[in-house]
């Protein structure tokens, strides 16, 4: 069965600073893997799509990488800024039994940029 | 690019009432349909799925069941809510690869 887990918890830094959040997975065999951004109380933003050919994304400030064969991916936030403070998400695309596609989520990291 | 609306944003409801939260999608065609909950301070639960009209797949035994009457409707319902149905219900879309979310609907269950 499949799990996502994301490292860590929450995170609180200074405005400017470079950081990475962490996911892990258990199973290699994914379609891809995806970031997201939830503010409070509002729906997912996709951040990232990375296919599982593929070994990272860019977009402005963020780049996203995937290691299949370790289970791993990073979400790298260049300068964060206050506007970055949010929850961000990765989920897993996986096969289902019926031969469609679900998305596995992480339970998230909570980031806090201080000004 | 696609839009999914829900509506309710928002909802209280007693315990033993009815539900019915529905999502509708614009800019696309037989997409990939997914409800999911997310509970306080807990991450994504996949409740049901659709790959098109009148096909519902379950994830979890529980007390919400799902339809698809059109190709871009998707609605969660419940004859009888339970306190342990509150939460924010998410409906996602899946027209090619990448996965789109609406804004969510909060329900509160007294």
Redesign the interface.
Known sequence: KQEVTQIPAALSVPEGENLVLNCSFTDSAIY?L?W?RQDP??????LL?I?SSQREQTSGRLNASLDKSSGRSTLYIAASQPGDSATY?C?V?AS?T?G?????????TRLKVLA | SQT?H?WPATLVQPVGSPLSLECTVEGTSNP?L?W?RQAAG???Q?LF?S?GIGQI?S?VPQNLSASRPQDRQFILSSKKLLLSDSG?Y?C?C?PG????????S?LTVL
């Open positions: 891809n995806q997201f109380g509002k729906g997912l933003t996709s799509l296919q998400l989920a695309r289902t019926s469609t596609y679900k998305y596995i989520f992480g339970t998230g | 999914i829900q990939n997914y999911y807990r991450g994504l996949l799925y790959v797949s994830e924010f998410l996602a899946l690869w990448e996965l789109f979310f609406g804004e969510g909060r």
